[in-house]
């Protein structure tokens, strides 16, 4: 499956942008989905992940972003959504969505995700 993020941008802090994930390639159903960051300096970081399907599991949250961004999937078309609301400079990252087909407990691991879209830029200042 690939995977392509877009909507990131410049936002000023306590602002919303919301993230898209379009896959194409194989069923996209058969995936759980996660999106992860990766800020100048430092090492990519979990970020929220969401269940195959919307019987599954209740979508995972970092702590640093529970309250303030929702992870939402729409297998119809194919896409993945993260809405973040509250921004804070600290959320500035390029911004990654994977897809793995792991065991749940496990979607926080960034080493058993199998596929990555090319991540987009979010950048958080006033």
């Known amino acids: 499956v690939q995977l392509q993020a877009s909507g990131g941008g410049l936002v000023q802090p306590g602002g919303s942008l919301r993230l898209s994930c379009a896959a194409s390639?194989?069923?996209?159903?058969?995936?759980?989905t996660g999106w992860f960051r990766q800020a100048p300096g430092k090492e990519r970081e979990f970020v929220a992940a969401?269940?195959?399907?919307?019987?599954?599991?209740?979508?995972r949250y970092a702590d640093s972003v529970k309250g303030r961004f929702t992870i939402s999937r729409d297998n119809a078309k194919r896409m993945v959504y993260l809405q973040m609301n509250s921004l804070k400079p600290d959320d500035t990252a390029v911004y990654y969505c994977?897809?793995?087909?792991?065991?749940?407990?496990?979607?926080?691991?960034?080493?058993?995700?199998?596929?990555w879209g090319q991540g987009t830029q979010v950048t958080v200042s006033s």
């Open positions: 994977a897809v793995t087909t792991i065991v749940w407990a496990y979607v926080g691991d960034e080493s058993r995700y199998t596929n």
């Open positions: 969401i269940s195959r399907s919307a019987s599954g599991f209740n979508p």
């Open positions: 390639g194989r069923p996209f159903s058969n995936f759980h």
